[in-house]
C-alpha cells in the first residue's frame, strides 16, 4: 500500500508541474503577444495577415516564417513572401522591401511607416511634413525609389530576367499629393487590392515560387 501510495503521489506532483510548466509558458506567449499587439496594429502588416495571433504572431515567433499568409493564399493562391531591409553605404536604414512571389509573377513593395505629409519624384530627396508638439517639421528622407529599382535590377538579374513589377506603400494616415515617383504609390489598406490585381504576365507554379524563395535567402521544407 505503501509503495503504491508514494507512486500515485510521485505522479500526481509530475502531472502538476506539467501543468504549471504549460501554464507559464502559455502565459509569456500571451503576454508577448500583447506586448507586440499595438506595434503591428500600426504597421503594414494588417493589410497583409488574415489576423494577428494566429496568421501572423504565432508564424513568425513559433514557426519563424512568415512568408505564407491566409489572406494571400486567398487573393492569389500559392506564395511566398520576402522581407529585405535596405541600408546605404553608411548601413544605415533607408527602406524596407516586401517581394511577393506569386502564381502570376513577383511583385515587390518598397514600404515606408512615417505618418505625415509626403513631397518628392524620382530624383533627389524625399521631404515629410507633420505637425508636432511645437508646430510643423520637415524631415529629409532617403528617396525610396532609387534603392526599389537598385533592388529590382538585382532581382531581376538573380532570377534569369525575369519581368517584376514594383509599389511603394506609405500609412494610411499620409498626405501623398505632392508625390510624383514614375512607381506607384498606394496606402497600407489599398494593399490587398494591388496582390489581387498583380499579374507579369507570366505564371509561376509552387516549386518555382519556392525554387525563387530559397534564392532570395529563403528556407523551405522540401519534406
Not at 496568421?55 to 520576402?82: I, T, W
Request: net charge positive; glycine share 6%.
Amino acid at each position: 500500500m505503501y509503495t503504491l501510495f508514494n507512486a500515485t503521489t510521485e505522479n500526481s506532483n509530475m502531472s502538476l508541474l506539467f501543468y504549471v510548466i504549460f501554464g507559464f509558458m502559455a502565459l509569456m506567449f500571451l503576454f508577448r503577444a500583447a506586448l507586440g499587439y499595438k506595434r503591428y496594429k500600426n504597421s503594414i502588416y494588417p493589410h497583409i495577415y488574415d489576423n494577428y495571433l494566429i496568421d501572423y504572431f504565432y508564424k513568425v515567433n513559433v514557426f519563424r516564417d512568415g512568408s505564407k499568409s491566409g489572406m494571400l493564399k486567398k487573393l492569389v493562391g500559392y506564395h511566398r513572401l520576402n522581407y529585405a531591409n535596405i541600408t546605404n553605404t553608411e548601413g544605415k536604414l533607408v527602406t524596407q522591401i516586401i517581394t511577393l512571389i506569386h502564381t502570376k509573377g513577383i511583385l515587390s513593395i518598397a514600404y515606408l511607416t512615417s505618418e505625415g505629409k509626403y513631397s518628392g519624384s524620382d530624383n533627389g530627396k524625399w521631404y515629410i511634413k507633420r505637425n508636432e508638439a511645437d508646430g510643423e517639421k520637415k524631415f529629409k528622407i532617403e528617396n525610396p525609389t532609387i534603392y526599389l529599382k537598385e533592388y529590382n535590377l538585382h532581382l531581376s538579374q538573380a532570377l534569369e530576367n525575369r519581368k517584376t513589377q514594383s509599389l511603394i506603400a506609405v500609412p494610411d494616415n499620409t498626405d501623398i499629393t505632392n508625390l510624383h515617383p514614375t512607381c506607384k504609390v498606394i496606402k497600407y489598406s489599398e494593399l490587398p487590392e494591388a496582390f489581387k490585381d498583380a499579374d507579369c504576365g507570366y505564371g509561376l507554379n509552387d516549386a518555382e515560387i519556392d525554387e525563387i524563395y530559397e534564392k532570395l535567402g529563403g528556407k523551405v521544407d522540401h519534406k
